[in-house]
């Protein structure tokens, strides 16, 4: 039995799609990570199935119920929001016993309950301060046990990390996933940023504009996805505007050249990673560095060719080797090349 | 924050509270002036016009009055309004323009006009009919034209506590609206309640168009009393000083009380805008 299952959901804001024909089943236990850009409707999706919105037409069911027309009180489900939404007037221990005082928990069993869940996200030494006492990550810790306590069926997270600093941000990521397998809850993750989605998910789901358009694991989805827009989100991929040639082939120079299913002449999209990007002295085609930017273990380089510009990363111990304005030759690993139609998703 | 000088500084903040405290400071000495004439300070000093004031019956039961019905005001304005209000943020919007549009009326028709009407409007039917001249259509006519000061102070806090926020977080908690309501918007909201309860109180002891049409001297209130003491046949004006500072001091008193309650929080009186 599913954990959650949407089925032909619709939903309008005046003349704007917020949602489209979108179904989607989530097993039990499984974190669903919801991933697109400002005003896909990643969003309105998971206020439809906490039931602060109302869809226009289709079915939520959570678990075995349809809870459609139900209000938010009774669908069983504990929600973190972007801006913690904690009672100021509560200190932590309150505001996770909140939701236990609302289902009728009695005094004893809620006690010992707020305990387990501070202990869960290790703020049991701060139950007595309150919100404006925490610091973003803590308020977000108490949130998160807030929206677990009344064990709810499903845990929905709305960009829970997006008001924090970066590495609080990464800190408390890996924390939610850690508690969430511990507890083993159905959840749907609402994020637009590419990396928590791939960090924190079992299955990765990307939409835009209002459709979802491709579900999958995460390292599917990131390294081979079945729709331009994915490959134009995720993964700083270059995508090359190229025409199928007479021999059913897609060429960017020498840098590569793939058989390509469509016929010749047909307008296409390549893409390619920034990863499957080679330097070499020879081969290849002819470019120049633009741009070296820091990232880590890694450094992006963005290089200019006369066919157009590629970004390319290389190890960061070999930065020094390119610096901007060095010439370099680029080629590209073939089998990390994708052909999408030009015209199509 | 004011720059310049120190001296330009001190001696505009000395202006401000001088322009300030100088009425309260004239009201205090000519309640206990025996006789002031044409001087900058009374001809002598004396207690009498407190003792007879606080001894006579019927500044006694006005201020009861007045203190009765502007609790009663308070009380009554927090059941109307509050809910609507609080429904208005968190599930209706188009309960808003309506709740603004009614708080517009007292500003556009003066006090004795809506009085008059109120009167008027009672008496149409047999069944309100009985209303008329009451001190209860005095409470009804209070709350109806004064609510716009309680309505602004709670509006400004439900925005600035952003109460749609609090709201769909504990609806998700398996908490309910009036829940919702006592358990976390009230709270949240406590100086702007106190705050709109105070202006509620004040507007109420104040009030005297109203009490003069709808009651008259069948339900003299502090205000009726002074009225009378100023230009009746028994005028008493430094007993209509001492009233005032009384009525003061029970306003100061109230305003002290919500001030202890909020240490460190300020009032938001006015609509604030939404957090981002």
Partial sequence: MPGVRLDGLNKRFGSVAALRDLSLDIRDGELLALLGPSGCGKTTLLRCVAGLSRPDSGVI??????????????????????????????????????????????????????????????????????????????????????????????????????????????????????????????????????????????????????????????????????????????????????????????????????????????????????????????????????????????????IETDLGEIAADVAADSAGAYPAGAAVRVSVAMEAVQVFLADGT | MLDGPLWLRIGVLASVALYGVLPLIATALYSLATVWRRKPLPDGITLAWWTSTLQDPGFLWALGRSLGISVLAV????????????????????????????????????????????????????????????????????????????????????????VLALWEAASTQGAGSWRILRRVVVPSIGTGLAAGSLLMFASAMGELALARIITGSSFETLTLWQLRKLHGTDADPNGVAVASLLSLFVLFAFSFAIAIRNRGRSVQMAPAAGKG
Avoid at chain 1, 236 to 242: A, H, N, S
Wanted: with cysteine; proline share 6%.
């Fill in chain 2, 75 to 162: 009380i009554l304005v927090n059941l109307l309004i509050l809910p609507p209000l609080y429904w208005s943020h968190v599930a209706n919007r188009r309960i808003r323009p309506v709740l603004e549009a009614c708080a517009l009326i007292p500003f556009v028709l003066p006090g004795v006009v809506m009085a008059a009407g109120i009167n008027r409007f009672v008496a149409l039917w047999t069944l309100t009919s009985r209303l008329e001249a009451t001190p209860g259509l005095l409470l009804m006519a209070i709350v109806a034209t004064s609510f716009p000061v309680y309505l602004w102070a709670v509006d400004g806090s439900m925005r600035a506590a952003n």
């Fill in chain 1, 61 to 302: 069911r959570l678990g075995d119920r349809d809870v459609t027309d139900q209000p938010p009180r009774t669908r069983d489900v504990g929600m973190v929001f972007q801006g913690y939404a904690l009672f100021p007037t509560m200190t932590a221990a309150e505001n996770v016993g909140f939701p236990l005082e609302s289902r009728g928990w009695s005094g004893q069993r809620r006690r010992e309950r707020i305990t387990e869940m501070l202990m869960l996200v290790g703020l049991e030494h701060a139950a007595l301060r309150y919100p404006h006492q925490l610091s973003g990550g803590q308020q977000q810790r108490v949130a998160l046990a807030r929206a677990l306590a009344a064990r709810p069926n499903v845990l929905l997270l709305d960009e829970p990390l997006s008001a924090l600093d970066a590495l609080t941000r990464t800190t408390l990521r890996d924390e939610i996933r850690r508690i969430q397998l511990k507890v083993g809850m159905t959840a749907i993750y609402v994020t637009h940023d590419q990396a928590e989605a791939l960090a924190v998910a079992d299955r990765v789901g990307v939409m835009d504009q209002g459709r979802l358009i491709e579900v999958g694991a995460p390292a599917d989805v990131y390294r081979r996805p079945s729709q331009r827009f994915t490959a134009a989100f995720l993964g700083g991929r270059t995508m090359l505007e190229l025409v199928v040639d007479a021999g059913s082939r897609v060429a960017w120079g020498d840098a590569f050249s793939i058989a390509a299913p469509y016929p010749p002449g047909t307008r296409v999209v390549a893409a390619i990673t920034p990863e499957s990007v080679r330097l070499n002295s020879a081969g290849g085609i002819a470019g120049r560095v633009v741009l070296a930017s820091f990232r880590g273990s890694t450094i992006r380089l963005q």
